[in-house]
């Protein structure tokens, strides 16, 4: 049992450059989030999903665009990455009506 | 305006002891408190939750306060074992039947030394 897959772990860009964090869940959870986590700080919402076709942004949108490709899928694309964007990157999901997530293991991005 | 603030960085105690961790918040429209765990190179684990009209959610080790009219709440586990070592998020969660939304606090590093 899979849960939450996020690829790549680990990526290093070039500032400008662009790249798609994949995010796929395997426990048919309609909601699915996407998290960053800077140093000493706690998770900061970026874009959230509530189901197939829809998407909303977080606190933190700017610079970010998502795709809900299906029901399993959610990625975040950075079109231009700036040294701000290096974080660690949780994606997250969760069954309607409940208020737990079960977070992927993350992505450590570093943008020089 | 950081709605959700964890204000002890770090926490050190002894095995068998009791860790207390708290939090606080300041939106009164919060539905839910939640508390995940999470180990280095790990994403978080969801740990214990309690709905803002309850004062008290236990689960094994695992119990968590609220106080809504200080806004705060808390984390005890009893005893403390080695491995629960880990940091610990406080969440405020907006409950939606759609997609609920979480704010989280910065985190508490708690060491439990044997």
């Known amino acids: 049992n899979a849960g939450v897959t996020q690829t790549p772990k680990f990526q290093v860009l070039k500032t400008g450059q662009s790249m798609t964090l994949q995010c796929a869940q395997d426990m048919n959870h309609n909601s699915m989030y996407w998290y960053r986590q800077d140093p000493g700080m706690g998770l900061r919402l970026i874009y959230y999903?509530?189901?197939?076709?829809?998407?909303d942004k977080g606190e933190v949108p700017n610079g970010y665009n998502v795709s809900r490709l299906n029901k399993r899928e959610f990625s975040l694309r950075l079109e231009s990455a700036a040294p701000s964007q290096t974080s660690v990157y949780f994606c997250a999901s969760s069954r309607s009506g409940t208020v737990g997530y079960t977070f992927g293991s993350g992505t450590r991005l570093t943008v020089v | 305006d950081q709605q959700v603030k964890q204000n002890s960085p770090s926490l050190s105690v002894q095995e068998g002891r009791i860790s207390i961790l708290n939090c606080d918040y300041t939106?009164?429209?919060?539905?839910?408190f939640l508390w995940y765990k999470k180990y280095p190179a790990e994403g978080p684990t969801f740990l214990i939750s309690?709905?803002?009209?309850?004062d008290k959610n236990e689960d094994g080790r695992f119990t968590v306060f609220l106080n809504k009219s200080a806004k705060h709440l808390s984390l005890h586990i009893v005893p403390s074992q080695p491995g629960d070592s880990a940091v610990y998020f406080c969440a405020a969660h907006v409950y939606n039947t759609n997609a609920g939304k979480s704010t989280f606090g910065d985190g508490t590093t708690l060491t439990v030394k044997p």
């Open positions: 939106n009164s429209m919060f539905d839910y």
């Open positions: 309690i709905s803002s009209i309850k």
């Open positions: 999903s509530a189901s197939e076709g829809t998407t």
